[in-house]
């Protein structure tokens, strides 16, 4: 298994430095590379997971017109009951993950047939906790991440879809265990350095870490696309 070292580098110019509070702008710095090394892992994790090109056809779904979750009259739960026995046909798992983007969960949170699966003593507005009953799914996520693409513009990491997973639990998992996918990572890899540059004027705090992410099991799987 090849894994790949990532690194980012806030720089701390040295008059910035001598005018501020040296600690704090260094735990600053220290933060932005830290928290940014975790968006990079998050985005790769995302595209290798929506990208629909990485499940056989009977794992995915590209929705479209009045079966979109947009439209009150399309059918989330026979979908994801349909995902749902799509997963557990292959690897004798029921799913026990839900991942969405934060377009999917506003389409799902005010569905008028998820509204009407709900007690009136109860909230309008689906939500998680309520999710988790209707799909009868143990852990549901939804992805609110942004980050910054090449045109310089603010972009969600997870987009309108909806993936399902089976993640065999952590306290009781086996290499022989059927799994979605995992991140292998360098044990303790994650390293806070300081290097500087221009002529000794800008000193760099740089966080490196050292791992790649892996769909491993594509059938343990579903992809809702467009939802």
Not at 48 to 66: A, H, R
Not at 179 to 195: C, M, P
Request: aromatic share 8%; hydrophobic share 35%; with cysteine.
């Amino acid at each position: 298994t090849t894994l790949t070292e990532h690194d980012l580098a806030y720089p701390i110019d040295y008059r910035e430095q001598e005018e501020s509070k040296i600690v704090k702008l260094q735990l600053h710095a220290t933060n932005v590379v830290t928290e940014g090394l975790k968006l990079k892992h998050e985005k790769q994790c995302a595209d290798l997971v929506q990208n629909v090109e990485n499940f056989d056809t009977g794992n995915k779904i590209i929705l479209s017109g009045t079966d979109a979750f947009s439209d009150g009259g399309s059918d989330p739960e026979g979908v994801i009951d349909d995902a749902k026995n799509a997963i557990a046909g292959k690897i004798a798992q029921e799913p026990n993950t839900m991942v969405m983007g934060y377009d999917a969960f506003k389409n799902l949170k005010k569905h008028p047939k998820l509204r009407e699966l709900v007690s009136s003593s109860k909230t309008r507005i689906i939500t998680l906790e309520l999710m988790k009953e209707i799909f009868d799914v143990e852990n549901i996520y939804v992805g609110k991440s942004v980050f910054v693409n090449e045109k310089n513009e603010f972009v969600r990491v997870w987009e309108n879809n909806i993936i399902l997973a089976y993640i065999p639990k952590l306290d009781s998992r086996t290499e022989y265990d059927p799994s979605f996918a995992y991140t292998v990572k360098k044990k303790d890899s994650l390293k806070i350095d300081e290097y500087t540059k221009e002529g000794n004027k800008v000193k760099y705090i740089r966080a490196t870490d050292i791992y790649t992410p892996f769909l491993v099991g594509a059938d343990a799987g579903y992809l809702i696309k467009n939802s």
